[in-house]
């Protein structure tokens, strides 16, 4: 069974705007990244927030974690076109060597 | 870009024929993983390896079998193919823990008539 589920499924907004996407998770994690995908390609990844960690930046990107509410988000300020693309939440399963994807956010970026 | 490929890129194969998909790497990384992407499910992990001749099941490992002979590459098998496995796999590597950022190949499109 999938440990994270993104919400929404998808998400269509005007260049310039900020994008939020959700992420939550069941069990205990040991990190949570965000990965992205374009279209035909493999995924690539964004960020890690280690679960003793609340808040993480890079770029225009914005990463928050409750680990009391098992879930995340991911900001993505000032979208450009090129944000276009799926967006995958993982979680470290603890004690073991896996992450667990969730079924992605779907970004549509229109200029 | 971990320096990661996958061959072949695109395979369209009949149902009941064994079909080999190939992950190589060259960074030396030491945990090597197998993912199928269907729509609906996200990437679910089918095998994984932590070393050589060291592999473990992932989620979705029946009809599948792997083998790593050597650090560099990571052989994903469907014993005889069926037409639900039909799915994008992908070969991913990190070379310090499992739980670690995943580097990903570009994919492998396999279609089972």
């Known amino acids: 069974s999938q440990q994270g589920e993104e919400d929404p499924q998808a998400l269509s907004i005007q260049e310039g705007e900020n994008a939020t996407m959700n992420c939550s998770y069941k069990t205990s994690i040991n990190n949570l990244q965000w990965y992205r995908q374009n279209s035909g390609r493999g995924l690539v990844h964004l960020i890690l927030?280690?679960?003793?960690?609340r808040e993480k930046h890079s770029g225009r990107l914005r990463v928050t974690l409750d680990t009391s509410k098992k879930s995340s988000s991911l900001l993505i300020t000032a979208s450009r076109a090129a944000d276009t693309a799926s967006y995958f939440c993982?979680?470290?399963?603890?004690?073991?060597?896996?992450?667990?994807f969730g079924t992605g956010t779907r970004l549509q970026v229109f200029p | 870009d971990a320096g990661i490929t996958q061959s072949p890129r695109h395979k369209v194969t009949e149902t009941g024929t064994p079909v080999t998909l190939r992950c190589h790497q060259t960074?030396?990384?030491?945990?090597m993983y197998w993912y199928r992407q269907d729509p609906g499910h996200g990437l679910r992990l089918i095998h994984y390896s932590y070393g050589v001749k060291d592999t473990d099941k992932g989620e979705v490992s029946d009809g599948y079998s792997v083998s790593r002979s050597k650090t560099e590459d990571f052989l994903l098998t469907l014993e005889s193919a069926t037409s639900s496995q039909t799915s994008v796999y992908f070969c991913?590597?990190?070379?310090?823990?499992?739980?670690?950022?995943?580097?990903f190949g570009p994919g492998t499109r396999l279609l089972v008539l």
């Open positions: 993982a979680v470290g399963v603890p004690n073991t060597d896996k992450l667990i």
């Open positions: 927030i280690r679960s003793n960690e």
């Open positions: 991913a590597t990190t070379g310090t823990g499992g739980v670690e950022t995943q580097y």
């Open positions: 960074e030396n990384h030491r945990y």
